[in-house]
């Protein structure tokens, strides 16, 4: 895997449609990184964009363990791409230096497993600040 830029990592599922399902993310296996926090947001409104932050250190792997949620990045160089994470296999690795806008399907949750402890310093909150850097 290539840490330097986002991608989708598609995680394995395990059971049947009689007894549902488990999906495993494991540090330094499927996770690129060991985990040090874990946070989830919901009842985020439609026509709310968030994000609109990037981080010096941390990195990221996010699933929409429900509904579906929309990510435009941006890295310094100029480089767009959009990310839509539909499926809870499907999580999407951010490394640091990355820009982010979110967007959210109706009712849908985000669960994140993040590389640090929170620190505001880590945060680029003005995007000319981030792309300076």
Not at 59 to 74: D, K, M
Not at 100 to 129: G, M, P, T, V, W
Request: with cysteine.
């Amino acid at each position: 895997m290539e840490n330097n830029k986002p991608q989708i990592i598609t995680f394995d599922k395990i059971g049947s449609s009689q007894l549902g399902y488990i999906t495993i993310a494991e540090a330094q296996k499927n996770i690129p990184f060991d985990i040090q926090r874990v946070y989830w947001t919901y009842y985020t409104p439609q026509d709310v964009i968030r994000g609109g932050h990037a981080h010096k250190k941390l990195q990221q792997v996010i699933f929409a363990v429900s509904g579906t949620i929309t990510f435009n990045t941006e890295d310094k160089e100029a480089n767009k791409e959009v990310f839509i994470l539909d499926h809870p296999t499907k999580g999407l690795f951010i490394p640091k230096l990355i820009w982010r806008d979110i967007q959210f399907s109706h009712n849908a949750i985000l669960l994140c497993l993040a590389s640090e402890l929170y620190d505001e310093k880590d945060y680029f909150r003005d995007f000319e600040e981030f792309k300076n850097y």
